[in-house]
């Protein structure tokens, strides 16, 4: 998809991408709103947004790494040995040699390492069964590697600390918000939808301290309804 496509950066991200740019681009009108407004805009087919609440993520202490016994077809939890009884903590990314990633669509090897996601902070000592995401398949329909992962070529890298920008299409995530009703013997409420977003209004009197109450609510709730619509893109932590 090609269309409603964000990305959201950290300061820092934001900061290396402009510098990048006005360094390397000699087009005065490319680079005007960058030079003199410090904002990046369109780029790349991507609107970006900085944000100061992208989040820092620190590894595990888990060193020399190694895979206990091969993962199954469909695994969604691998069997890892760890010197020093370090954790891998929830956010992690682990690699595993020869287990790269494949095209979605042709299946055809991308180059690089498949990335796996720790799910649930664990501490990890000898053959101990860690969380990962996505589950592995190296063939059928729902095929993301090349090969699962074996302890023939026990090479498990942890990836370092970082920042998790994030890039994603308008599907990737989902917003939902529920009108409330209005409580009943207060003298003022309305209900105010905008764009899918529903906000309660409620004003009150207090007597006792001679103020004038207002209040707003939101009900909502989200989720990631197609994840694999988003990526995050690492940075200096």
């Known amino acids: 998809m090609l269309n409603d496509r964000f990305a959201a950066l950290s300061p820092a991200a934001t900061n290396a991408l402009m510098l990048s740019l006005t360094a390397n681009v000699f087009q005065p009108s490319l680079i005007e709103d960058i030079a003199k407004e410090a904002a990046v805009g369109r780029l790349a087919g ?7 609440n992208v989040p820092s993520h620190t590894k595990g202490t888990a060193t020399t790494i190694t895979l206990a016994s091969n993962p199954a077809a469909g695994a969604s939890s691998v069997s890892l040995t760890a010197g020093g009884n370090g954790t891998l903590v929830k956010g992690d990314i682990i690699t595993f040699a020869v287990c790269n990633a494949v095209n979605p ?10 990335q796996f ?22 063939t059928g329909a ?25 890039a994603y299409q308008r599907n990737a995530f989902s917003l939902v918000t529920v009108p409330i009703q209005a409580p009943e013997g207060i003298p003022w409420s309305e209900t105010v939808e905008y764009q899918g977003m529903s906000i309660r209004l409620v004003k009150d009197f207090d007597i006792t301290n001679d103020q004038e109450i ?18 995050r893109i690492l940075g200096t932590p």
């Open 46 to 52: 991507f609107d970006l947004f900085e944000s100061q």
């Open 105 to 114: 669509i042709s299946k055809t090897d991308l180059g690089y390492a498949a």
């Open 117 to 138: 996601v720790v799910t649930t902070t664990t501490t990890v000592t000898t053959a101990t069964s860690v969380p990962v995401s996505p589950a592995m398949y190296a």
């Open 142 to 166: 729902y095929q993301n590697v090349t090969a699962l992962p074996t302890t023939g070529s026990n090479v498990v890298t942890l990836v370092g600390s970082h920042q998790a920008n994030l």
């Open 214 to 231: 207002v209040r707003l609510d939101v009900l909502y709730g989200w989720t990631a309804t197609y994840p694999d619509l988003a990526c």
